[in-house]
């Protein structure tokens, strides 16, 4: 008979929001363990732009008095409840940014599980249980197997991490608006987001064009596999691409892009999304945007976990991988947070176990 | 040998938004005739929202020192040119809000000639050869033949005329977005568009749901063809309709509406349309509406000749017609103008010639 899954967890987390930098370790409990959990101990963990919008109250006040944040979690398999059928002991697995859905309703059974109205985010979220969900800069996890995935051998761990939020978030959208050979894809911002868009929408087999208001994104957005590089502070820089984008997936945290510009690069119906979620509205938004090509603004949340396992295995396949700033201890994230917070992060940091 | 077209037709049109009521009756000159140009002398014309917007500045500064408004036309064929296949001296027919296109480009040759980058507007809109573009609020109108369309003998001049632009801007994006049996679409706003709109969908054999702040659209709604009734104002509106709308169609020309309780109602990747154009930009848009089901938000400009054609036809099929307000001569322009900008007409005027 095997031994129970732990109870608790450990981890860095912030009680306030004014305060977003002043971590401290705190003692958790998990949720109540159900025959189709999985429990890990978690190795590394990615430092996402949901973290800093959360933290700092960018997104509305905190759920609890303290937050443990991180959704780009990799670890080994502890427990596994008696229903568990994907997983095994010792197997590197990992946790994205959901960790509960209904399992019930069509959206769960139609591959959405990612818009159940029920889902449960993986931190400053509670369960159904009262239990609140704390994220991964921690000891330890436990989420149903549905929101656990299989890391391929040929992804190391702290590549793999950052893609279960940062490259679900952009595959997910590319896959689902038909990216793919003979279309036209446009990029914009180049973060820790749109780095791994750019990748994965040339994987794809799309021709892939990069719009950035940065000069300095350019060398980089070359090597990630752009065909084409524009500088939205150019002037008139959408003028050469009227009509000639079959898609935008805009990953910009801004709460001005030049939407007027973008959207009217696209062909006739044609999609943005947004993935970009700033904490403030989009000023200038107007329907006269869109009606000289019946465009669309869309945004979308993560991905299901059949994009998760087309997106490792497209990514174990083709070589795509996070390009890290740095990989530091857990016990540095405030260092991690505020090179996010002031966009000096390229592209990503993933914290290191350091606990216990 | 047929004697020319004229040069020349006479309006009621204004000089200053500030004062919009002004009409002055004067002469102005029409667009070159060519070999595919159709001349017809006008029967009548309704009057549309965007005829307010444009006379009273809201969507920006006049084209010219007078603008002679109307583009919802219906009159008959006093010349064709040698080039003109369909029309002959004599028929009835009618123009839209659109009368020129380039018809070379993909989106001229693929029934997107709405949405040609060339298009000249029924008025406000300088012509390729300088002549400033005006409408029907007066005595004659010139255009491509494209722009140009036949009238089924089934449908009375003063039901045509509201359709050609009111009609034609709800029932392309209804027919573009998959409108018919075993759909759910919700329609927002019953003004002159939205009656049109719930009419339209109806017809093209969808279950069809009306969103009004007004509780005194509610029997017009049912009598218009609503399978139901939801008033907006009402708390939590929205939550029985949870993932229950295939596609949305607003026709609310409002700065404010309830985006987030109104794309909470679509299912995964559904469609919310504006055909409203408001004056001032939405203020509460945010990316963060659409990413609980990956929703979208669009806007789209009247429609094509062949979606005109396909309207007519339905429309002599199943009876659907505009409900008049009233029909008054065209010199009383500036009492319609004054009943739509201030919300009371129900729901479209049609002016009748009054001039030579």
Redesign the interface.
């Known amino acids: 008979m095997s031994s129970g899954p732990a109870t608790h967890g450990k981890g860095y987390g912030i009680s306030d929001t004014k305060n977003y930098q002043d971590f401290t370790i705190k003692e958790f409990k998990l949720k109540t363990p159900e025959p189709s959990d999985v429990t890990l101990s978690i190795e590394c963990c990615g430092v996402c732009g949901s973290d800093v919008h959360t933290i700092t109250g960018g997104?509305g006040p905190l759920s609890d008095d303290w937050i443990c944040p991180g959704h780009e979690i990799v670890g080994k398999v502890t427990h596994v409840g008696d229903a568990v059928t994907e997983f095994k002991v010792g197997q590197r697995v990992g946790v994205g940014a959901q960790v509960f859905a209904c399992l019930k309703c069509?959206?769960c059974k139609?591959d959405?599980e990612n818009?159940c109205?029920e889902q449960v985010d993986t931190y400053n979220s509670p369960y159904p249980d009262g239990v609140m969900a704390q994220g991964g800069y921690s000891t330890v996890i436990r989420a149903n197997e549905r929101f656990v995935f299989a890391i391929p051998d040929a992804i190391k761990s702290e590549d793999a991490a950052p893609m279960l939020c940062a490259g679900l978030t952009v595959f997910s959208?590319l896959v689902?608006n038909g990216t793919g050979p003979g279309k036209t894809v446009g990029i914009v911002g180049v973060g820790g987001l749109g780095h791994f868009a750019v990748q994965f929408a040339k994987a794809l087999g799309a021709k892939v064009i990069v719009f950035s208001h940065s000069a300095n994104k350019k060398d980089d957005s070359f090597k990630l596999g752009a065909n084409e590089f524009v500088l939205t502070s150019d002037k008139e820089f959408e003028k050469p691409y009227?009509?000639k984008l079959d898609f935008i997936l805009s990953a910009a945290d801004a709460a001005k892009i030049p939407l007027k510009e973008l959207l009217s690069m696209l062909k006739?119906?044609g999609?943005l999304v947004?993935?970009?979620?700033?904490d403030?509205?989009?000023?200038?938004?107007?329907?006269?945007?869109?009606?000289?090509?019946?465009?669309?603004?869309?945004?979308?949340?993560i991905g299901s976990k059949k994009e998760v396992n087309a997106m490792l295995k497209l990514a174990a396949e083709k070589g795509v991988k996070p390009i890290l700033h740095d990989i530091i201890p857990m016990s540095k994230a405030a260092e991690a947070i505020e090179s996010v917070k002031t966009n000096k992060v390229r592209y990503r940091y993933v914290l290191k176990q350091d606990l216990e």
Chains 1, 2 share one sequence.
């Open positions: 997104w069509d959206r139609n959405n818009y109205p959208p689902r009227f009509d006739i119906g999609k947004s993935v970009g979620l700033p403030e509205p989009w000023s200038d938004m107007s329907p006269s945007l869109m009606n000289p090509n019946a465009s669309c603004i869309s945004s979308t949340h």
